[in-house]
C-alpha cells in the first residue's frame, strides 16, 4: 500500500495539534513525549468565591482540551510510526482496516473494537 498520502496527512495533524497544544499547555521538560496544562495565576486572596469558580471552570476547560489534543497526538505519533515500520493499515489483530476507514481517520488503529 501506497501510504504517502496518509503520511502527509498525519504530520500536517501533528504540526496542528502540536500548535493547538502550545495554546493550552507546554512540553513537560522532564518528558518531552508529554505535555502540562498552563493554567492562569490565582489569586485567591483577592478573588470573590465567583471570581475563584470561574477560574477553577476555566482550569477545568483546559485539562480536558489538553488532554484530548493530546491523546489525539499519541494516536497520529502511533500511526506515524506504523507507517515507518511497515504495519500501517493493520489492525492489531492482524486484519486489514479498511481503506475507506484510514481515509476518514488516518490514524485509525483498530477496527475491531477490542485493542483500543
Not at 504517502?4 to 502550545?22: D, I, V, Y
Not at 489538553?66 to 489525539?72: I, L, M, P, S
Amino acid at each position: 500500500m501506497d501510504t504517502t498520502k496518509f503520511k502527509l496527512r498525519l504530520e500536517e495533524e501533528r504540526q496542528k495539534l502540536e500548535t493547538a497544544l502550545l495554546s493550552v499547555g507546554r512540553r513537560n521538560p522532564e518528558n518531552p513525549g508529554d505535555w502540562e496544562p498552563k493554567f492562569n495565576d490565582i489569586n485567591a486572596a483577592n478573588a470573590s468565591q465567583d471570581e475563584m469558580a470561574d477560574k477553577f471552570e476555566d482550569m477545568e476547560q483546559t485539562l480536558a482540551t489538553q488532554t484530548a489534543y493530546e491523546a489525539r497526538l499519541t494516536a497520529v505519533n502511533e500511526a506515524l510510526e506504523r507507517i515507518k515500520d511497515g504495519a500501517y493499515g493493520k489492525c492489531n489483530c492482524g486484519k486489514d482496516i479498511p481503506l475507506e476507514r484510514m481515509e476518514a481517520d488516518p490514524a485509525a488503529s483498530c477496527m475491531c473494537g477490542e485493542h483500543n
